[in-house]
């Protein structure tokens, strides 16, 4: 099986198709196999790459607290890329991925073509972050005393993942076999020290004002608690365009791949054209005058 190093730490890859890469970093509660939709299509014109998390096996799932984290995750893109000498790429995450992915284009700015930033935003709204990091502290200690298959079938019916179920019952339920197959201790640390201690998206704010790498923010209507954190990156990021899709939840890229695959193939076309740009300053209602009427 492939593998690629980072900091000492084996990440298993799988990878398809020539061209361009894209490299893919998935969610929480997903491994590389739910890419699949979008490396079969991407691969046609794209190199495609996806890699298992550390924590993740067949990856490696280190025992110590500190190998997690949000900035081992980062530079986890970055040395991935590095060991098969991809110098840019365009990077598509996924919630915990996205989040990855994000911070990736401040961290790594000339190793990014473009950022597709996913169902990123769960718990980074200031009046969330204590009742998220409680909630993820109490995830991971159900992983560890009840073990992944008990709490796959809860995650699975979370306010966010219904909508899977409802559109797509054999997929959803591939979702929550491959989820039932993760290391029960992978899968704790990371809730403990990533996703429960990762910094609120609002502490970057200065940050992603000096962002000019082109993203695309990806959002279903239904995925509630990433409603307002996209809108506030599409506020602060002058080279963000955000695309919504109507009736769906948090696993976009598995309830709708094709109008997923098609959005983000618009924007890569885009991007590689040179046609993505900033967003003409006129647009924000602040800058001077709106329909005729001027701003106080």
Same mark, same amino acid.
């Given at each position: 099986?492939?593998?690629?190093?980072?900091?000492?730490?084996?990440? $298993?890859?799988?990878?398809?198709?020539?061209?361009?890469p894209?490299? =893919?970093?998935?969610? =929480?509660?997903?491994?590389?196999? *739910?890419?699949?939709?979008?490396?079969?299509?991407?691969?046609?014109? $794209?190199?495609?790459?996806?890699?298992?998390?550390?924590?993740?096996?067949?990856?490696?799932?280190?025992? &110590?607290?500190?190998?997690?984290?949000?900035?081992?995750?980062?530079?986890?893109?970055?040395?991935?890329?590095?060991?098969?000498?991809?110098?840019?790429?365009?990077?598509?995450?996924?919630?915990?991925?996205?989040?990855? #992915?994000?911070?990736?284009?401040?961290? $790594? %700015?000339?190793? #990014?073509?473009?950022?597709?930033?996913?169902?990123?935003?769960?718990?980074?709204?200031? /009046?969330h972050?204590?009742?998220?990091? /409680?909630?993820?502290?109490?995830? #991971?200690?159900?992983?560890?005393?009840e073990g992944? /298959?008990?709490?796959?079938?809860?995650?699975?019916?979370?306010?966010?993942?219904?909508?899977?179920?409802?559109?797509? %019952?054999?997929?959803w339920?591939?979702?929550?076999?491959?989820?039932? *197959?993760?290391?029960?201790?992978?899968?704790?640390?990371?809730?403990?020290?990533?996703?429960?201690?990762?910094?609120?998206?609002? +502490?970057?704010?200065?940050?992603?004002?000096?962002?000019?790498? %082109?993203?695309?923010?990806? !959002?279903?209507?239904? &995925?509630?608690?990433?409603?307002e954190?996209?809108?506030?990156?599409?506020?602060?990021?002058?080279?963000?365009?955000?695309w919504?899709?109507?009736?769906?939840?948090?696993?976009?890229?598995?309830?709708?791949?094709?109008?997923?695959?098609?959005?983000?193939?618009?924007? !890569?076309?885009?991007?590689?054209?040179?046609h993505?740009?900033?967003? &003409? /300053?006129?647009? +924000? %209602?602040?800058?001077?005058?709106?329909?005729?009427?001027?701003?106080?």
């Open positions: 099986m492939p593998y690629a190093s980072s900091n000492g730490v084996k990440l $298993y890859y799988e990878e398809s198709g020539n061209g361009k894209i490299i =893919f970093v998935h969610e =929480f509660g997903s491994d590389l196999r *739910e890419w699949e939709q979008q490396i079969r299509w991407f691969s046609r014109e $794209y190199r495609c790459i996806a890699y298992n998390a550390r924590g993740y096996s067949p990856s490696d799932v280190p025992t &110590d607290s500190d190998q997690y984290g949000y900035k081992h995750s980062v530079d986890d893109i970055a040395n991935f890329m590095k060991d098969l000498k991809i110098d840019k790429a365009h990077i598509v995450g996924l919630s915990m991925g996205a989040y990855a #992915a994000l911070i990736f284009g401040l961290f $790594y %700015p000339n190793m #990014a073509h473009s950022l597709v930033v996913a169902g990123v935003g769960s718990g980074a709204m200031p /009046e972050r204590q009742n998220f990091a /409680e909630a993820a502290n109490n995830i #991971a200690d159900k992983f560890i005393n992944s /298959e008990l709490v796959a079938d809860v995650l699975g019916l979370g306010s966010s993942r219904v909508q899977l179920k409802n559109k797509d %019952p054999r997929g339920k591939e979702f929550v076999d491959h989820l039932k *197959e993760h290391s029960a201790e992978g899968s704790a640390l990371t809730m403990r020290q990533y996703q429960a201690l990762r910094p609120s998206l609002f +502490d970057f704010e200065k940050e992603f004002k000096e962002m000019n790498i %082109p993203v695309l923010l990806v !959002l279903g209507d239904e &995925d509630e608690l990433c409603l954190v996209n809108l506030f990156l599409k506020r602060q990021i002058s080279t963000a365009g955000l919504i899709c109507p009736r769906t939840g948090h696993a976009i890229n598995l309830e709708e791949p094709a109008a997923f695959n098609a959005a983000v193939q618009s924007f !890569l076309s885009s991007v590689e054209r040179g993505w740009g900033q967003r &003409d /300053e006129r647009s +924000d %209602p602040s800058h001077g005058t709106n329909l005729g009427l001027t701003n106080e």
